[in-house]
């Protein structure tokens, strides 16, 4: 039979015991927030050149009063360091700082700089001890002026290309080609005053093809290189369109639209003039030659010495 005069004796004790068992266990839990954790506001990070930016490592929680802090710069797998030992090194050395937690902050960034960056935390007082972040930085690149290739003359009714290219942008640019200082569309189709154009635009490629030129078609053109970080655009160059035709009595060929070309024959002035002259150089030497081969020269007596 229960005794209840030694139960209310014992009830002091196990209520002394209970307690003690809860402060033990309190005082001695170590809580998994106080492992190192470690968060960034971006995984992936886009910067101008010779813009700064900063790459941030924020510090969710740590007990260690002075955790060892460390950034790789990881470029075609091969990783090194960009702060080591409380100091910025390598490729960012004299051109970064850490910032408090321990954020890194580019002065200004280069192409080089594009690569994968991890910040490492060691805490040595943390069951939780250490943590690590990757993170991305993609630096664009402004376009640099565009080489443009664009002929001086072309005939009515033919084809002809003109293209344009720069490889320094990044990402790669889109490209745009202007016609008298207005932009052409992309498909003229869809713009009325272009509706009878015949060409074709790549953006990608940056070439401006004609399927059959038109009278219309000439005048100045340029190309513009353009991405996220600016754009660039060469010198307006001027492509003539001639007509090769001639008057119907003359039986010459016609290449077509006769609304826009003269009833007599005519060509772009540059072109005709220089195959003028050649053709007469070759007439005159030809005349010469021919003279001397027949012995029409003779001396005189008088020049005889």
């Given at each position: 039979?229960?005794?209840t005069?030694?139960?209310?004796?014992?009830?002091?004790?196990?209520?002394?015991?209970f307690?003690?068992?809860?402060?033990?266990?309190?005082?001695?839990?170590?809580?998994?927030?106080?492992?190192v954790?470690?968060?960034?506001t971006?995984?992936?990070?886009?910067?101008?050149e010779?813009e700064?930016?900063e790459?941030?490592?924020?510090?969710e929680s740590i007990?260690?009063?002075?955790?060892?802090?460390e950034w790789?710069k990881?470029?075609?797998?091969?990783?090194s360091?960009?702060?080591?030992?409380?100091?910025i090194?390598?490729?960012l050395?004299?051109?970064?700082?850490l910032r408090?937690p321990?954020?890194i902050l580019?002065?200004?960034?280069?192409?080089k700089?594009?690569?994968?960056?991890?910040?490492?935390?060691?805490?040595i007082?943390?069951?939780?001890?250490?943590?690590?972040?990757?993170?991305?930085?993609?630096?664009?690149v402004k376009?640099?002026?565009p080489r443009?290739?664009?002929?001086?003359?072309?005939?009515?009714?033919?084809s002809t290309e003109l293209r344009?290219?720069?490889?320094?942008g990044?990402?790669?640019?889109?490209?745009r080609?202007?016609h008298?200082?207005?932009?052409?569309p992309q498909?003229?189709k869809?713009?009325?005053?272009?509706?009878?154009?015949?060409y074709?635009i790549?953006?990608?490629?940056g070439?401006?093809?004609?399927r059959r030129?038109?009278?219309?078609?000439?005048?100045?053109?340029?190309?513009?290189?353009?991405?996220d970080a600016?754009?660039?655009?060469?010198?307006?160059?001027?492509?003539?369109?001639c007509?090769?035709n001639?008057?119907p009595?003359?039986?010459?060929?016609d290449?077509?639209?006769a609304?826009e070309?003269?009833?007599?024959?005519s060509?772009?002035?540059?072109?005709?003039f220089?195959?003028?002259?050649?053709?007469?150089?070759f007439?005159?030497?030809t005349?010469?030659?021919?003279f001397?081969s027949?012995?029409?020269?003779r001396?005189?007596s008088s020049?005889?010495i």
């Amino acid at each position: 039979m229960f005794d209840t005069k030694k139960g209310l004796d014992l009830a002091p004790v196990l209520v002394l015991t209970f307690i003690g068992t809860q402060l033990e266990s309190a005082c001695c839990h170590v809580p998994s927030s106080l492992g190192v954790i470690l968060r960034t506001t971006d995984k992936i990070v886009w910067a101008n050149e010779f813009e700064p930016i900063e790459l941030t490592c924020l510090i969710e929680s740590i007990s260690t009063n002075n955790p060892r802090i460390e950034w790789k710069k990881i470029k075609n797998g091969i990783p090194s360091y960009v702060y080591f030992q409380n100091k910025i090194s390598g490729d960012l050395e004299n051109r970064a700082q850490l910032r408090e937690p321990a954020n890194i902050l580019i002065f200004n960034t280069t192409r080089k700089d594009t690569a994968e960056y991890r910040c490492e935390v060691a805490a040595i007082e943390d069951q939780r001890d250490f943590d690590e972040i990757l993170i991305s930085l993609a630096v664009r690149v402004k376009p640099v002026v565009p080489r443009c290739s664009i002929p001086e003359s072309v005939t009515v009714g033919t084809s002809t290309e003109l293209r344009c290219l720069e490889n320094e942008g990044f990402p790669a640019p889109q490209y745009r080609w202007f016609h008298n200082n207005e932009e052409l569309p992309q498909d003229p189709k869809n713009s009325p005053k272009y509706a009878n154009f015949s060409y074709a635009i790549n953006p990608d490629t940056g070439s401006l093809k004609f399927r059959r030129v038109r009278k219309d078609d000439a005048g100045e053109y340029y190309c513009q290189a353009k991405n996220d970080a600016g754009h660039a655009q060469c010198h307006p160059q001027t492509m003539e369109v001639c007509n090769y035709n001639w008057s119907p009595r003359n039986g010459a060929v016609d290449y077509g639209e006769a609304d826009e070309v003269d009833k007599t024959y005519s060509v772009c002035s540059t072109p005709y003039f220089v195959l003028m002259s050649q053709l007469l150089t070759f007439v005159v030497l030809t005349s010469v030659c021919f003279f001397f081969s027949q012995g029409h020269f003779r001396h005189k007596s008088s020049f005889v010495i």
